[in-house]
T-cell receptor, first 115, second 114 residues
Framework: AQTVTQSQPEMSVQEAETVTLSCTYD???????LFWYKQPPSRQMILVIR??????QNATENRFSVNFQKAAKSFSLKISDSQLGDAAMYFC????????????FGGGTRLMVKP | DTEVTQTPKHLVMGMTNKKSLKCEQH?????MYWYKQKAKKPPELMFV???????INESVPSRFSPECPNSSLLNLHLHALQPEDSALYLC?????????????FGEGSRLTVL
């Protein structure tokens, strides 16, 4: 079974600074997707960034980028120029790329942004 | 339209009540999900419908009854719930079998069972 681990229950960052959230996962598969979802107090889960395992290049979306280390099964999220609106719960998630529909979440990291 | 719409946003019910949560999407997605989320915890998968057929039931108690009347709608019927069932219930959808795997989530229905 696949597992996703986020070892940092809480993180804080100063506004405009950079923060990195950690995620590791365990799988014996080679073809899968990894995601970072953001859940602000408004409750809606919003996709931040997506990485296909077969791609060596790290995904980037504006201020958000990942460091994908497939051999180490590590998938960290870097947020640059942090903004107050980045404060939220961040969930790392894994999905196998086959006919299955399972999305496995990590335990989440609460990010606080200090003005 | 890139939204998943859930109603109601808040629901308070007694243990003997019967109520339903509704979820709607018009993105043409053929996989729809119900998740349960407790405070400060990740979402836990309850049910998955794929092409309007129940494909995954994660051993959910029978007091939760899902229904997928058509490709755009997903219901969760609630009956004889317990206080520990109080949680945020999230609906999500995904395009289908062969795609990026991204789930689109609704804002959730916050359920309180008295």
């Amino acid at each position: 079974a696949q597992t996703v681990t986020q070892s940092q229950p809480e993180m804080s960052v100063q506004e405009a600074e950079t923060v990195t959230l950690s995620c590791t996962y365990d799988t014996s598969e080679s073809d899968y997707y990894l995601f970072w979802y953001k859940q602000p107090p408004s409750r809606q889960m919003i996709l931040v960034i997506r990485q296909e395992a077969y791609k060596q290049q790290n995904a980037t979306e504006n201020r958000f980028s990942v460091n994908f280390q497939k051999a180490a099964k590590s998938f960290s999220l870097k947020i640059s120029d942090s903004q107050l609106g980045d404060a939220a719960m961040y969930f790392c998630a894994y999905r196998l790329n086959n006919a299955g529909n399972m999305l496995t979440f990590g335990g989440g990291t609460r990010l606080m942004v200090k003005p | 339209d890139t939204e998943v719409t859930q109603t109601p946003k808040h629901l308070v019910m007694g243990m003997t009540n019967k109520k339903s949560l509704k979820c709607e999407q018009h993105m043409g997605h053929r996989a729809m999900y119900w998740y349960k989320q407790k405070a400060k915890k990740p979402p836990e998968l309850m049910f998955v419908y794929s092409y309007e057929k129940l494909s995954i039931n994660e051993s959910v108690p029978s007091r939760f009854s899902p229904e997928c009347p058509n490709s755009s709608l997903l219901n969760l019927h609630l009956h004889a719930l317990q206080p520990e069932d109080s949680a945020l219930y999230l609906c999500a959808s995904r395009l289908g079998q062969a795609n990026t795997g991204e789930l689109f989530f609704g804002e959730g229905s916050r359920l309180t069972v008295l």
